[in-house]
């Protein structure tokens, strides 16, 4: 592994584990044959709001979005924002192009699924599409339930890692938000170490000593939180302003 130095991103590995699970079902398979190429984020180049949604407004990014829940729920609430994913598990981005896709039937009788247009796909590691986003350019960045890797020697290969929160604190306007949520003990502690050696770039946003154990108002409930949930486990939830 390259060792990291402190303002240079490309000095930052790649992180993730497995990509590819169970078979896809033949209408995922179409959704990533025919939607993913008319919804995924340019290979190259800089990746702007007037590049890929036609005009500025607020960009999100969600780093590891597993099937989407999260994602899709806050495009689907934010209509005038632009909201970009990357996960490199094929059975996760099939899963949320389900969502981007929403269901042309149950919206012609009134059902609640209409397509979502303002979502971008980046089908492989947040960190390479996060490099090309200009500096100060989100308003939002999202790491839900990051893997573990819960032994001490592979503290390195997790994304809440001084490389990666240089460069979510790189990419996000002042005033913007780092929103982070785990089940992991382990991670928590990991977590808020990390964090706290980022004090010059973020404020968290307690409002009090509660604030970590409730989920906040518009932060949808992602797959992997709703099974750790199932597990009788604890889920904490963290908003940190960009200063
Ligand atoms: C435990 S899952 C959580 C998924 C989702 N955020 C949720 O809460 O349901 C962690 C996800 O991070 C993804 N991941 C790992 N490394 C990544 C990377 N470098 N870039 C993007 N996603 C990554 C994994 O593929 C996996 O889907």
């Known amino acids: ?21 169970k078979p896809l079902r033949a209408g995922q398979q179409d959704l990533v044959d025919n939607l993913l190429p008319q919804i995924a984020v340019p290979a190259d180049g800089e990746i702007t709001a007037e590049r890929l949604f036609g005009y500025d407004r ?26 970009i994913g990357a996960e490199p598990f094929v059975n996760g981005v ?16 009134g059902g609640e699924r209409l397509p979502l247009g303002n979502v971008r796909i980046h089908h492989g590691d947040a960190l390479e599409v996060l490099r090309r986003i200009p500096d100060g350019a989100l308003s939002f960045a999202y790491l ?19 490389g990666p929160v240089d460069l979510i604190a790189a990419k996000l ?9 785990t089940d ?4 928590l502690a990991h977590a808020l170490m990390v964090m706290r050696r980022h004090r010059h770039q973020f404020e968290w946003q307690a409002k009090d000593a509660q604030d970590f154990l409730v989920r906040p108002g518009g932060w949808p409930e992602t797959r992997y939180e709703a099974k750790a949930r199932a597990q009788g486990h604890e889920v904490w939830y963290f908003r940190w302003r960009r200063k």
């Open 184 to 187: 992991h003990p382990i991670y």
């Open 94 to 109: 099939a899963q949320a192009l389900v969502h981007v896709a929403g269901d042309r039937h149950l919206a012609k009788e």
């Open 144 to 162: 839900l339930h990051p893997d573990p890797w819960p032994k001490a020697r592979h503290a390195k290969r997790r994304m809440m890692n001084d």
């Open 58 to 83: 607020p960009l999100h990014f969600e780093i590891g979005f597993g099937g989407g829940e999260h994602m899709a729920g806050r495009a689907d609430m934010l209509p005038d924002h632009g909201f």
């Open 1 to 21: 592994m390259t060792a990291y130095k402190p303002g240079d991103p490309t000095t930052i590995n790649r992180l993730y584990g497995r990509a590819k699970g």
């Open 173 to 181: 306007k002042p005033g913007g938000e780092f929103r982070f949520g």
